[in-house]
């Protein structure tokens, strides 16, 4: 990689920064830029100190914390809310990729793993990094939408209409009826020997299900409460 092309891929990632655009796939290439300059490069020293700043701003989260927002929340439901055409649920989980992806080709979604293969650009996505290059967010921003989504948190993400998107995709008729194909091909597969687990996978997938609805039906009686006219005599 040449330097000229490094310090302008490097300019563009910090201003990015002030509008706090920075992203985990930032970070690291950010790291890998700097195999391509000498440790005496004025650039080297830059790049080294701004990723000191970079991990601060990024590693907020421990790794604990990650893997349990990546292991309590999926990618299905953020695949379907994205999907402009009519969408088909096989047992391969074949989609087409959302505009924003550019890229025109198929991708496999492996529910159980939760991971995402796009075959046209041989890249792999796990529900963070998909929302995050979605909706074009930043790693923080993520985390909140996520842990908001799927109910995680009792701080919600200011991004009242990304939560209202994606969980009306988790209450839609489509997904339960998604979840269902799936436990059914599971009950039938008499031999698989990860059938046990799966099942349990499917089960904390309906059980979120029901913890939004309780939600949305807790948020709905609140509000007719608190509209609801006293009527004097």
Do not use: W
């Not at 195999?35 to 991990?55: G, T």
């Not at 927002?69 to 009519?86: F, G, Q, R, Y």
């Amino acid at each position: 990689m040449a330097r000229a092309t490094i310090e302008y891929f490097f300019r563009i990632i910090v201003e990015m920064s002030h509008l706090d655009g920075i992203t985990l796939k930032d970070y690291y290439f950010l790291i890998e830029m700097l195999k391509y300059l000498s440790k005496e490069d004025y650039l080297y020293i830059e790049i080294l100190d701004f990723i000191a700043l970079v991990k601060k701003k990024i590693f907020l989260y421990s790794k604990e914390e990650i893997a349990f927002v990546k292991d309590n929340t999926a990618l299905l439901p953020l695949i379907m809310a994205n999907i402009e055409s009519p969408y088909y649920i096989n047992p391969q989980h074949y989609y087409v990729f959302p505009s924003q992806f550019k890229s025109g080709s198929n991708m496999s979604l492996n529910d159980f793993q939760n991971r995402l293969h796009c075959f046209g650009t041989n890249q792999n996505y796990d529900v963070i990094s998909y929302l995050e290059r979605v909706e074009n967010l930043s790693f923080k921003e993520t985390i909140n939408l996520l842990t908001s989504i799927f109910l995680l948190t009792s701080e919600p993400s200011e991004k009242k209409h990304l939560i209202y998107k994606y969980q009306a995709v988790l209450l839609s008729p489509e997904y339960t009826l998604a979840l269902s194909r799936k436990m059914n091909k599971i009950y039938r597969d008499k031999e698989y020997s990860e059938s046990k687990a799966i099942e349990e996978f499917y089960q904390n997938r309906f059980n979120t299900i029901m913890r939004v609805r309780r939600k949305e039906i807790d948020s709905n009686f609140q509000n007719k409460r608190e509209n609801k006219k006293i009527q004097i005599p």
